[in-house]
C-alpha cells in the first residue's frame, strides 16, 4: 500500500460513513437497521437502478464496502459475495453485520489500487463511494477492469462537480461530509466518461436530488429541510437532472 493511501485508510478507519445516523451502538442489531433504512431513504434511486437479486449465484465484489449494507443486500440475494475495504474497521463492522443476519460473504482488507485477485474474477464490481477518495483513480479504474469478467458488468458511484450540493455547499459555506478526507475528488459527466473510457461501453446516470438529512441541526435543518428541499423537487426533473449530485456510472467490460 503506497504511503498516500495509507492516510486514506487510517481517515476511514476513524471516520466510517454514516456511523452517526443511528441512536444505538456501532454494532448492535439495531444500528445497522437504522444504518440500512437511512442508506436507502438517502440513496432510494439504487433499489431502482441495482437490482440485488438479478446477481443470485454470480461473483459479486462490493469494492469499499464500508459497513456492509450492500454487503447484506448481495448476500441475502444469493449472490457469492466478496466485500474489501482499505479499513481494517470497516471489514469488522461488516463481518458483524453478516453474523447477525444469519449470511456469509468472503471479506478482507484491501486497496482498490492493488486488488488482491486473479484477473477475471467477478461478474459484477459494485464501487460505490470510492473513486472519489482514492489516491489514485486511473489504477482504481483499471483493477476493477482487470478482475471484471468479460462482458461483466461494474458500477462507480462518483461526486458531480456540476451539481446542486456542490454549488449549495460553496453559498451556504458548509463543508461537504467528508470534506476533510486525504482525498476528495469531483467530476464533470465529460471527466468521468474520460476516466472511463477502458471499458466497451459506459452508460452515466445523475441521481442523488435532495432528500431530508438528518445530519443537519439547527436553523440549517430548517432551511434544508423545509425550504430547499421541497422546493428543488418541485423543480421538472428534466431541467435539473444532469445536476444530481452522484453520478452513477454501468460500464460494460
Request: charged fraction near 25%.
Amino acid at each position: 500500500m503506497s504511503a498516500a493511501n495509507v492516510r486514506v485508510s487510517e481517515y476511514w478507519n476513524a471516520h466510517i460513513h454514516e456511523l452517526d445516523v443511528s441512536p444505538h451502538p456501532a454494532g448492535s442489531r439495531e444500528f445497522f437497521a437504522d444504518l440500512d433504512a437511512y442508506h436507502f431513504e438517502k440513496l432510494h434511486h439504487l433499489l431502482r437502478l441495482v437490482d440485488f437479486d438479478a446477481w443470485r449465484g454470480t461473483d459479486v465484489l462490493d469494492l469499499g464496502c464500508g459497513a456492509g449494507v450492500e454487503v447484506v443486500r448481495f448476500a441475502r440475494a444469493g449472490a457469492r459475495v466478496t466485500g474489501v475495504d482499505l479499513a481494517e474497521s470497516a471489514i469488522g463492522l461488516t463481518r458483524r453485520n453478516l453474523a447477525l443476519q444469519g449470511l456469509d460473504a468472503r471479506l478482507e482488507v484491501a486497496d482498490g489500487e492493488a486488488l488482491p485477485f486473479p484477473s477475471a474474477s467477478f461478474d459484477f464490481v459494485y464501487a460505490h463511494g470510492v473513486m472519489q477518495y482514492t489516491t489514485d483513480t486511473p489504477t482504481l479504474v483499471s483493477e476493477v477492469h482487470r478482475v471484471l469478467r468479460s462482458g461483466g458488468l461494474a458500477m462507480f458511484q462518483a461526486y458531480n462537480r456540476i451539481s446542486w450540493l456542490n454549488l449549495l455547499s460553496k453559498v451556504m459555506k458548509v463543508p461537504l461530509e467528508h470534506e476533510d478526507a486525504p482525498v476528495i475528488r469531483r467530476y464533470s459527466i465529460d471527466e468521468l466518461h474520460r476516466l472511463l473510457r477502458p471499458f466497451a461501453s459506459v452508460e452515466i446516470v445523475p441521481e442523488r436530488f435532495p432528500v431530508k438529512s438528518r445530519l443537519h441541526k439547527g436553523w440549517k435543518a430548517a432551511a434544508f429541510n423545509g425550504l430547499f428541499v421541497g422546493t428543488f423537487n418541485a423543480l421538472p426533473r428534466a431541467w435539473v437532472r444532469r445536476f444530481g449530485w452522484h453520478l452513477l456510472a454501468f460500464c460494460r467490460k
